[in-house]
């Protein structure tokens, strides 16, 4: 949406819209896809920081601008060229995660006693703003990967799209390439597997409405 | 809350979901650094070379295949022309090898 304004911006400004840049990198032009990257990086970079962890988020930025650039003569203008970067930002995480691991050597960590009771005090926060501010802080984000690293590289995705992200079932399997029921499928698994690492951690809830 | 029987309630599993979501909403924006712009361009225009060179070549390859052709037939044409003669130069050699050792003979005589 904020690179759609900006490109209706620019093209008020006389800034060649996307399917004109793209012509011209297809004809050779290589540096026209530096507006490319200037106009996208910084969707692409959200999405992309929103399903890897911080330190890994330029290289697979990197892997997903460069494959866009490859298959960039496949583009069809029948959706716009966001849509079709954040799809291929969306499989470049998908095969980064499914590299770690297949290199992972460690089994995934259970909750520590640290964890658990900073879930606790999450979950017993009587205002909104304290439940806020705990999930804001470095704890909340090591218990989130924490509980996705139990779940497979495809199951990760899938949950963080519709259960983090709550998009739909369609616009996640177009993301991801794979059908609505198999993201039915993954999304009903994931969440149970969820459930069970709670239950096995005994975390209990507790009312946060302020 | 948890149940007496380790169940969770409703409440109990959208307070954890909550806390996931809002997690998740609050992660750490990620800057991207002129440089990294750098370093995908420059990589977007090695690949570019890479490919123009890979389509000259593609440019190229029927020439080549001509060419490979033209010469495959001169030589198939050398060598039936040599195979050609080969058998009458074959013929000539053992007839005049078989008159040499028949006049032999003769000679002694």
Known sequence: MQAKAGQNKEKMAGKPDDITVIATVLDGDVN?????????EAPVAHMIAAHVPGQHVTEVAHETFIRAFKSLSGYAPVKPFQNWLTTIAARSCHDFWRERYRRREAPVCDLSDDGQRFMETALAAQSKEVFETLARQDEARELLALVLDHLGPMD???????????????ETSEMLGISVPNVKVRTFRAKRKLKSFLKRHDIQGGSHES | MTSKEGRMNRNERESIGRLLKATHAHRKEHELTPAWRNSVMAEASRLSRAHTAKT?????APRFTM?????????LMAATW????????????????????????????
């Open chain 2, 82 to 109: 040599t195979f050609g003669t080969l058998h009458d130069t074959l013929m000539s050699l053992y007839t005049t090898q078989a008159l040499d050792m028949t006049s032999l003979p003769w000679t002694s005589l």
């Open chain 1, 32 to 40: 026209a896809f530096e507006l490319l990257l200037a106009r996208y």
């Open chain 1, 156 to 170: 990760r995705m899938v949950i963080t799209m519709t259960y983090l992200e709550e998009r739909t079932a369609r």
């Open chain 2, 67 to 75: 060419a490979a052709a033209a010469l495959s037939i001169v030589a």
């Open chain 2, 56 to 60: 000259e070549i593609e440019r190229l």
